[in-house]
């Protein structure tokens, strides 16, 4: 208990995405204050170009931002206090930060541990609402982030800036403003006032919208100055901070080669983080939850509401809101004090960060993060140790003691019965015996990591997990990003090549930063356009689903006509494909002389004879064929008129059929007796579809006693013909509670399409032959045993003279055939009187031994004998042989 | 055994019902000490399994007709535990070697070898050698036929093959130079009225002849389908009537309702019907060779002689093409398709004729 951290610090736990991060940063300080001092110049143009910004987007100049001085805690949560009892929304004092040059990087986050401060005084406000709590705390950290951004990242700061950014506060107010405006009513019917933008504003938008690559032909010119004013700056800066950075590239010189570059610049903070706010928050708030049951401490359960209605009114966050609506009906908590859902799993393409999002956090949350991935061994056994020894065990050796947290990345890629394993591990109930079980409760939390939402061996644990969908990071936070590592590592790029580098990579991080680092170890000092252009990535990630190759099968491609090809390729499955084909080109064009159906079948058959060629003799020479055949198909199909593509069912279901009705021809088939084993074949198109006709005997409904001669003989040839096939009539309970006889297995499925009832005999037939069969049965088996002993019943029946039979039987033994003969206990013959001896080997005379046991002798050597019975019973008691009943 | 087929099943050469000079032929073969590996073929329901057991019968005596069966483990170079079920006496095993699919040559080269390699221990059975029964001998894989080569040789002291198969053009060279090759055809319609009289002689029924001859046409050549059908005649309704329906198998209507629904309407519509009803009869089991030969016979009686031909030709030439590949459906629905497209061509032009 003493580890874990005292409740002094839990409240910092609960918030360790704020607070955190400052404390992290402490261990960059060293950078952070190497960053500043040569920011300290440069930071002034920079707010050179805030006050470019048009001007009265200030609505309340705080006289605090004009100074210098960091302002403490208090009083700028009391200036704040002030602020919102006139109940206006006004821009936080974060003006004063970009401008606070001077201020060391501890004062900085001095300034955003207010935040936290402002959080934990929160009860004293009650007249502020929490949502506009929330909407600020949100906004400072996004501010925040910038900053930190502009602190640590130099170059940086010309694309941060920017960056056209709506600002909610200064651009809506709830009073009557002075500026140009627009009155909105809001879902709470409260009056919002929105302000109308001049044109020169928004002109001044565009121009710093310069960046987007979709502008930057028409931008060319100026683009080339704004560029090389840049590099000169980047010069500039290099030349001035030889100093330090000699230091700082030494250092890296060293691990260089150790360590790839997205490990170097891996986020080390909340703020870094490049995935989307929600997300972040989704994954926190659920790591939060678990705090009850491993750090023993309440869990503030304000949320549903209150975080349900700030998501409504920012909107922004719709991922957030979606994560909320699910939990919304549901309790967060179970009973025991854990989350409802005990893993989280992280979903998203390659790249965009989800282990280090886990990572991070989890350190946050206060856990040891354990991650368990592809290269690890993942077989059932040695993943329950590994989920044991992380989640019932803590380490010894780790200082802080920290609990641990489990990740298992790449988890897609599991065997099935592992996931099951976990999914029966999570579920588990915390209180599963009073008695000492062996599988523990779940008391750690575990995130699950994998590209593939809907990987087959992922559905068991999709139904129990939190999921969290991790989306690329957005290209202007992706170039910051990059231009922050640029300038790291001394390499020249201009803004809007980073930009196009972010765009390309399609929200892969890893691939942009290598990408950057392969540039650099090819010993240039620049990033050019044409670098970007010809790097291979955000090719790689060209997988296509069934379902979109199929969609581009159908239609025609105006802009890509020979796209066709490439998408197909990278679809794989052409098999799957070819049956998606198969059951959708009906559809696709008027067909009047089934001209295209032709057309395409052809070349259907082509591509299955190619497949299965290719399968069976294991050469995949014509492979390549098989996407040029689904290519001929999309000349013949494709149509510009859009078409609804339906998934491909039909082969699936029909093979499933097929199986079910061969496992009812295989157990008759394995049922029937030697003498009549047939070829299943032969079983399937003769004889099954005519027997159900055999096995309906047209008897009347009466007692089979009152059966004629002629039904009774029909009856005693369907009972055989069921036995010979391995049949039975077997009683069942229907639906409505009666008992009825069903044939087993019920070869009418088999036989029939479609009207399996028609030549069903009615139920008291059906009760007829069942009795019929079970006496045919037993008179089988009798048959069967007593083929041998009817050859010596009749010895039996004179036991005096025992001796002579025997040899007789011997004789006949000899005479049969091997395959015949029965094994026969061997008779014990007593040759010699029984010796009496005492305990200590002597011989005891025989008359003593007849006198102790005199009584028995008695008994045995009497001709009268009675044994005494239970019960009475005058009946005449006779043998009857079952055979004589059949 | 109180099936028809079963119980009336010939059990002695003498007593076969048609091809009764083969019959004498191959009781002469028993006669003559050699022996050699026999490959039987003929189509279904022709009567080969019964000539192989009157044969057995020949060889061995009665014992044979005591069969046993069991199942056989296995166990294939890569660890895979395979079963099969065999059927046997104390002379003779008989194995059904492509229930186990692609691995059917892991039980040729085991079982042969183990069944040749002991000696017949009861040295008074009149022969020295033990008969294997290898069925469905053309469906096996091309493996496990080269894997028979050798062995066929090899062992032949000890052991027999006698390999049955609908039809030898699958079956390698190499074996059918190994085997005598003993084709077997299917009885003719008259053969085929003959046995169901005499089989109803032996059940003291009366059967009109032309009742025999009718279930004789709609059996296909096929006397056990014939046998059959006649025993669900006589279930359905006795005494006889020479006008009296004869239940077929479903399958047998299905296909013809298929055939008649592809000839009433050429339209893509109409073909994904078809191909419902080409789903159900490939989940039945049926085998598609079958199918596709079903629906050729329905379609082309309706057909001018010179479509005749080019359906024809486009049936062997899709069926071929269906043997290669494996997913049939396909090749069924491009031979209805082909079939409506060639059809309704037809028809349009023999209609612009007449106008």
């Known amino acids: 208990m003493s580890d874990y951290p005292d409740p002094d610090e839990e409240y910092e736990l609960m918030y360790a995405d704020e607070l955190e991060l400052m404390q992290e940063q402490d261990a960059l300080t060293d950078t952070n204050v190497v960053a500043k001092s040569k920011i300290a110049k440069r930071s002034l143009d920079f707010s050179n170009h805030m006050s470019s910004q048009p001007a009265p987007s200030t609505l309340i100049t705080k006289t605090t931002s004009s100074t210098e001085t960091p302002v403490t805690p208090n009083e700028d949560a009391d200036t704040e206090t002030i602020i919102n009892s006139q109940s206006s929304v006004i821009l936080q004092p974060m003006e004063e930060a970009l401008v606070s040059n001077k201020r060391t990087a501890d004062e900085l986050f001095g300034d955003i541990e207010d935040i936290d401060f402002d959080d934990k005084e929160m009860p004293n406000k009650r007249f502020k609402s929490e949502e506009e709590n929330d909407l600020e705390l949100i906004n400072k950290i996004i501010e925040g982030r910038r900053l930190r951004q502009l602190l640590v990242e130099p170059s940086n700061r010309l694309q941060g800036t920017n960056k056209p950014k709506y600002d909610v506060k200064g651009n809506m107010s709830y009073n009557i403003p002075r500026w140009a405006f627009v009155p909105l009513t809001n879902f709470e019917g409260d009056r919002i006032y929105i302000r109308l933008e001049s044109e020169e504003s928004w002109e001044n938008n565009l121009n710093i919208n310069i960046e987007q690559p979709s502008l930057h032909a028409m931008y060319a010119n100026a683009w080339e100055e704004a560029r090389k004013i840049l590099e000169k700056k980047q010069e500039r800066l290099i030349e001035n901070e030889n100093t330090e950075e000699v230091v700082t590239i030494e250092e890296d010189m060293e691990t260089k080669d150790a360590q790839l570059w997205v490990d170097k610049y891996r986020p080390q903070s909340y703020v870094d983080l490049l995935s989307e706010e929600p997300v972040n928050r989704a994954l926190l708030h659920w790591l939060h939850l678990w705090d009850k049951i491993v750090f023993k401490k309440e869990v503030k359960t304000k949320d549903p509401q209150q975080r349900n209605s700030f998501v409504k009114r920012t909107g922004q966050f719709q991922l957030f809101n979606k994560w909320k609506g699910k939990t919304d009906n549901e309790p967060e908590l179970d009973e025991d004090g854990r989350p409802h859902h005990k893993v989280a799993l992280l979903c998203g393409p390659p790249g965009v960060g989800k282990t280090t999002l886990a990572h991070l956090l989890a350190k946050l949350a206060g856990y040891r993060p354990v991650e368990i991935n592809a290269s690890d061994e993942r077989s059932t056994d040695a993943f329950r140790t590994a989920l044991q020894s992380a989640t019932l065990m803590r380490s010894v050796l780790d200082a802080e003691k920290r609990p641990n947290c489990l990740i298992l990345d790449e988890i897609d890629g599991a065997p099935l019965p592992t996931i099951e394993l976990l999914v029966k591990w999570c579920t588990a109930a915390i209180d599963s015996g009073k008695k000492k079980t062996k599988s523990q409760p779940l008391r750690r939390p575990i995130i699950a990591i994998c590209n593939d939402l809907y990987a087959t061996s992922l559905r068991p644990l999709r139904a129990v997990a939190l999921l969290v969908r991790v989306g690329g990071a957005s290209v202007c936070r992706l170039s910051a990003r990059l231009a922050a590592v640029c300038a790291r590592e001394g390499l020249l790029a201009a803004p809007h090549v980073l930009t196009a580098l972010a765009t390309r990579a399609q929200g892969d991080v890893r691939a942009a930063i290598q990408v950057l680092s392969f540039i650099k170890a090819r010993a240039r000092a620049q990033l050019k356009v044409e670098d970007v252009e010809n790097a291979a990535i955000g090719t790689k990630d060209c997988n296509k689903t069934l379902m979109q190759a199929l969609q581009a099968v159908f239609t025609i491609d105006d802009k890509e006509p020979e796209a066709i090809l490439k998408i197909v390729q990278a679809a794989g499955e052409y098999d799957r494909i070819a049956d998606g084909i198969f059951e959708n080109y009906m559809a696709a064009r008027v067909d009047a002389r089934m001209l295209i159906a032709c057309e395409t079948l052809s070349w259907l058959r082509l591509l299955d004879a190619i497949s299965s060629w290719t399968m069976r003799t294991q050469n995949y020479s014509l492979y390549g064929a098989l996407s040029l055949c689904i290519a001929r198909c999309h000349r013949v199909l494709a149509s510009r008129a859009p078409q609804r593509v339906k998934f491909p069912t039909q082969a699936q279901e029909a093979y499933r059929k097929k199986l079910e009705l061969e496992s009812i021809v295989n157990s008759v088939w394995r049922g029937s007796v030697p003498s009549v084993a047939l070829s299943r074949n032969s079983l399937k198109v003769d004889v099954l579809p005519l027997l159900p006709y055999l096995l309906s005997p047209s008897l009347r409904t009466a007692n089979v006693q009152l059966c004629s001669e002629s039904e009774r003989r029909s009856l005693g040839a369907c009972a055989g013909a069921l036995c010979d096939y391995g049949l039975r009539y077997v009683q069942q309970r229907t639906a409505d509670g009666l008992y009825a006889f069903v044939l087993e297995p019920d070869i009418n499925r088999l036989a029939f399409y479609g009207n399996e009832d028609r030549v069903r005999p009615p139920p008291a037939v059906r009760q007829a032959i069942a009795r019929a069969q079970q006496l045919e049965i037993i008179r089988r088996n009798e048959e069967m045993t007593g083929r041998a002993p009817s050859t010596t019943t009749s010895d039996s029946k004179k036991p005096v003279e025992s001796k002579k039979p025997a040899t007789t039987m011997r004789e006949q033994d000899a005479a049969i055939p091997n395959h015949m003969q029965r094994l026969k206990p061997k008779e014990v013959t007593k040759s010699t009187p029984q010796v009496h001896k005492d305990f200590f080997g002597r011989i005891v005379p025989l008359s003593q031994v007849k006198r102790q046991d005199a009584l028995p002798d008695v008994i045995s050597s009497s001709s009268v004998f009675y044994q005494y019975r239970e019960g009475f019973n005058n009946a005449v008691r006779r043998k009857v042989r079952l055979r004589d009943l059949l | ?355």
């Open chain 2, 1 to 355: 055994m109180s099936l028809w087929v079963d119980k009336h099943r010939p059990k002695d050469l003498m007593k076969l019902d048609y091809h009764k000079e083969q019959a004498v032929r191959l009781k002469n073969l028993v006669q003559q000490s050699d022996f050699p590996h026999l490959l039987i073929y003929g189509p279904s329901g022709a009567g080969k399994k019964t000539r192989v057991m009157c044969l057995l019968r020949e060889l061995y005596g009665s014992g044979v007709e005591r069969l046993r069966q069991e199942t056989m483990n296995f166990t294939t170079p890569s660890n895979k535990k395979i079963e099969i079920m065999t059927v046997s006496s104390n002379y003779h095993i008989e194995v059904n070697p492509t229930d186990v699919g692609i691995h059917d040559r892991v039980v040729i080269m085991d079982l042969v070898k183990n069944v040749a390699q002991t000696h017949q221990i009861d040295s008074n059975g009149q022969r020295e050698f033990k008969v294997v029964i290898l069925n469905e001998v053309d469906d096996l894989t091309k493996d496990a036929q080269h894997a028979l080569r050798r062995t066929m040789e090899k062992y032949v002291a000890t052991c027999r093959l006698i390999l049955i198969a609908n039809s030898i053009s699958r079956v390698i060279p190499a074996i059918r130079s190994r085997c005598l090759t003993i084709s077997v055809p299917a009885p003719t319609e008259s053969e085929i009225a003959t046995v169901l009289q005499l089989v109803c002689k032996k059940e003291c029924l009366s059967l009109p002849n032309d009742l025999a001859l009718r279930i004789a046409k709609s059996a296909d050549r096929n006397l056990r389908r014939a046998l059959l059908m006649c025993e669900a005649c006589k279930v359905q309704q006795y005494p006889f009537t020479p006008d009296q329906k004869v239940p077929e198998p479903d399958w047998q209507t299905f296909i013809r309702e298929t055939a008649s629904m592809i000839l009433s309407e050429q339209s893509p519509k109409k073909l994904c019907e078809v191909r419902q009803k080409l789903y159900e009869l490939i989940i039945h089991g049926i085998p598609t060779e079958t199918i596709f030969s079903g629906l050729l016979k329905e379609l082309v009686r309706n057909c001018d002689m010179t479509l005749k031909c080019q359906v024809a030709s486009y049936a062997a030439r899709y069926e071929h093409r269906m043997r290669l590949g494996n997913k049939p459906i396909f090749h069924l629905e491009a031979f209805v398709a082909k079939f409506m497209a060639i059809y309704k061509k037809f028809m349009e032009e023999s209609l612009g004729d007449m106008f």
